[in-house]
Structures are given as structure tokens and as C-alpha cells.
């Protein structure tokens, strides 16, 4: 069974950085896609950035220029790196993996338990 764990979240001032990692867990033959996605309160979950398993990388508009997404196929491992962090980028960030195969099964997709990422002004 494949796990998605995230670390990484925390609480930065504004302006600040942080990096998050998720890691994939399990019998892992390949991922198509990993992505971030964030939840504020109140509002729903939304796409951060996503990279395919070509390295191919696509980001929400109110990140371009300060989010990294990067990923290591062979490890199964995903970062985002964020920079000029603001208070609107407080929520809790999940990973997901889309197109999971592993030796017994194909997953459509699985989301990690979240981790929250707190900016303050």
C-alpha cells in the first residue's frame, strides 16, 4: 500500500522561505504526476504546482516566480520550495500522487495527511 508522508510545513514571517518534501512509501513501480495542493479555512483545496514524471512543471499564478516544485523519480520524492512566503499562502499544503503503479495495483491517486504552513505578517 503506498503512503504519502509530508514534512516540512511550519511557522515563517513574511518574506521568509520553507521547504516541503513528500515522500512516497510502498512497493512504488512508477508515478505519472506528484502536485502540492493548499487548503486555507474557509476556502476549498486548490492546486499549487504539479510536475510530471517528464519533468514537466506547471504552477497557480499567485506562486509563479516564488514556488520550486521539484522531484526525484528514483527516490519517489517531491519538494517545494517556497519563497516570499505572505500571509495568503497560510494553509495547509498536500501532496498527491496521480497515476500510481506498484506491483500488485494501479491507483488513480493518493493524497498525503497535509501539512500546515503558517505566514505570518
Known amino acids: 500500500q503506498v503512503q504519502l508522508v509530508e514534512s516540512g510545513g511550519g511557522l515563517v514571517q513574511a518574506g521568509g522561505s520553507l521547504r516541503l518534501s513528500c515522500a512516497a512509501s510502498?512497493?512504488?513501480?512508477?508515478?505519472?504526476?506528484m502536485g502540492w495542493y493548499r487548503q486555507a479555512p474557509g476556502k476549498q483545496r486548490e492546486l499549487v504546482a504539479v510536475?510530471?514524471?517528464?519533468?514537466?512543471?506547471n504552477y497557480t499564478d499567485s506562486v509563479k516566480g516564488r514556488f520550486t516544485v521539484s522531484r526525484d523519480i528514483p527516490k519517489n520524492t517531491m519538494s517545494l520550495q517556497m519563497s516570499s512566503l505572505a500571509p495568503e499562502d497560510t494553509a495547509v499544503y498536500y501532496c498527491k500522487a496521480t497515476g500510481v503503479q506498484t506491483l500488485w495495483r494501479w491507483t488513480p491517486e493518493i493524497w498525503g495527511q497535509g501539512t500546515q504552513v503558517t505566514v505570518s505578517s
Open positions: 510502498g512497493t512504488i513501480v512508477s508515478i505519472n504526476a
Open positions: 510536475i510530471t514524471s517528464a519533468g514537466s512543471t
